[in-house]
């Protein structure tokens, strides 16, 4: 299933924005640092029938609403995203963790959709009083979508497809089946709104015609489910090669997911919406 939005590459923008309002305003309170510290496998599976088409055998690897919850990871340079899909439940966890180093402490940020139904949850280490400082609470935060400068990019549950591998995949000519699980082949990262905000991080236009032939494999599990798509991205004007990877692993042992307890929650203030909207 193709993703309406973005929330991997949303999660990834709010993370690196959020983590840089956060250390401007403990600067300027003048915060001291502290010293607070605080995979599926690949197995093979046999090579598809010649008469089969390799693409086609590809993408329906890509998980569906009818398949079991799973973990996912997406990894995208030095950025990793990981999280829960739950099809039963219309359900997707996300999180990211940001370090800051002047000053130095740790920012996890978390959401949790379930429909149309969103919460965020950020979580400060390394500098004591932090999160009062800021008003923001420990607890998970309802979000109101109509808050947002742009309301169609709240959070919301997307299907079960999180990276965008089948966007991807079906630019792809060609795939090869190299046996053992293992499929290869070329994605044109110019080829749709889907691919661009699957590799959000990079910039497509600095590529160039390479851009049009990135070479990619993919790994399909035993149990029929893609486990990995690697997509080996060249280097182009001032951004470095990119290893783009992304797992889908732990199918039917994931968490189940639900809306977080009335303890749990709290009204998102103001400063929330700030870091959303920045």
Known sequence: MTQRIGTAATIRRVAGIATA??????????????NDTSAGGTGSTPAASPS????AVLLAAVPVEEDPGFRFSIVDGTDKVVGVVDPAAHAMELGLSQKNDDPEFTMDLTFRMIDDKSWMRVKLKGISGLHEMLKLPKHWMTLDRTK??????????????PANTAAIIRTADTVEDKGNGTYTGFADLTNGQDVATAVDGVD?????EAARKVPFTAVVGPDGN???LTLDIPAGGKQK?????VRYFDFGK??????????EV????????????S
Not at 152 to 159: C, W
């Open 241 to 245: 090669a990119i290893t783009f990877v």
């Open 204 to 208: 497509v236009a600095a590529l160039g």
């Open 226 to 228: 893609l486990t990995s």
């Open 266 to 277: 709290r009204k998102a203030p103001t400063s929330a919406y700030e870091l959303l909207n």
């Open 21 to 34: 309002v956060l250390a401007t305003a403990a600067l300027s309170a003048g915060c001291g640092t502290t």
């Open 148 to 161: 947002l400068d742009d309301p169609t990019d709240a959070p919301v549950y997307e299907g079960t497809d």
């Open 254 to 263: 994931a968490p189940k997911l639900s809306a977080p307890s009335d303890d």
């Open 52 to 55: 089969v088409d390799p693409k």
